[in-house]
């Protein structure tokens, strides 16, 4: 069964644009550069205007690792709040009661190429005749993005996790076809193919130099390990849809609950939000 999506909704999305960026730019602040690179942060991101095509393998229960996720966990959180399209509930066949309980996953096969691309910027260092003798700005894009794995989205609670399980060439693809709640301890490269576009030095003054490999290698690598490392299993992202007042209402409700003779009980929440 192949789904479509309003991809033009998500693109022109300015709070997701800019989740993207303040998520990249915090796992590039532990990368370790090489001593000819410094300061390296994201600045743009685009969604481009060209969907993935998405077809679902496999509707069933959410993996018990979302439901018990804890801090340090697996999880990137990525906040959407109250600015995300509402659905339309008419056409939910569980109650309200029952999605908060259990939820629903989808087991999906993602194949991308797009037109996303993803700015980087980084001072290249010359230290010759000293350290640092020479900084020159250095600025990269990174477009015609590959990707073709399988993947779980699963909704609980209104939140929402996203996880590749694994490359569609994998052996371990049809394994997790027949049984979606086997290990999936394998990692994965996520990224196909990608393609660096790069400047170095500042065009007022001449000094461009392009297609320098030995830099465009480097942050090719660390791009395809950070997204790796964040998104593939048991690594995901967490989306969290709830507005604010629906996080107080939750925290009042797990402070104390009423039991039938008067007392009170704690409630625990083992879901939280996290970051990887």
Same mark, same amino acid.
Request: aromatic letters at 10%.
């Given at each position: 069964m192949s789904i479509d999506i309003k991809w033009e909704n998500l693109a022109d999305d300015t709070q997701i644009v800019d989740s993207v960026v303040d998520a990249l730019n915090s796992q590039l602040e532990s990368v370790q550069l090489p001593d000819y690179l410094q300061n390296v942060r994201a600045t743009r991101f685009s969604l481009g205007h060209i969907p993935p095509n998405i077809t679902i393998r496999h509707i069933g229960d959410p993996f018990p %690792? $979302?439901?018990s996720d804890e801090p340090g966990v697996g999880s990137r959180r990525v906040d959407q709040g109250s600015n995300t399209s509402e659905v339309d509930t008419n056409d939910v066949h569980i109650t309200e009661e029952d999605e908060r309980t259990k939820? =629903?996953?989808f087991l999906v096969e993602l194949e991308y190429k797009g037109d996303m691309w993803i700015e980087l910027q980084v001072d290249l260092l010359l230290n010759y005749p000293s350290p640092g003798f020479i900084k020159l700005p250095v600025k990269l894009k990174i477009v015609d993005l590959g990707i073709h794995s399988l993947a779980v989205i699963a909704h609980l609670d209104h939140q929402v996790y996203i996880s590749f399980l694994c490359d569609v060439n994998d052996d371990e693809f049809d394994d997790i076809l027949k049984n979606p709640t086997a290990s999936r301890g394998k990692r994965i490269d996520i990224i196909r193919s990608m393609?660096? %576009?790069s400047e170095i030095g500042d065009d007022l003054d001449g000094s461009v130099l !392009?297609?320098?490999?030995k830099v465009e290698k480097f942050l090719v690598e660390m791009m395809r390990g950070l997204l790796r490392d964040e998104l593939g299993w048991p690594g995901w =992202?967490?989306? &969290? $849809? !709830? &507005? &604010?007042d629906d996080d107080d209402d939750e925290d009042q409700e797990q402070e104390a609950a009423p039991t039938q003779d008067g007392q009170h009980e704690d409630l625990h929440d083992d879901a939280s939000d996290t970051t990887r």
């Open positions: %690792e $979302f439901s939820g =629903i996953q393609h660096i %576009e !392009r297609n320098v490999g =992202i967490h989306l &969290d $849809f !709830r &507005d &604010d």
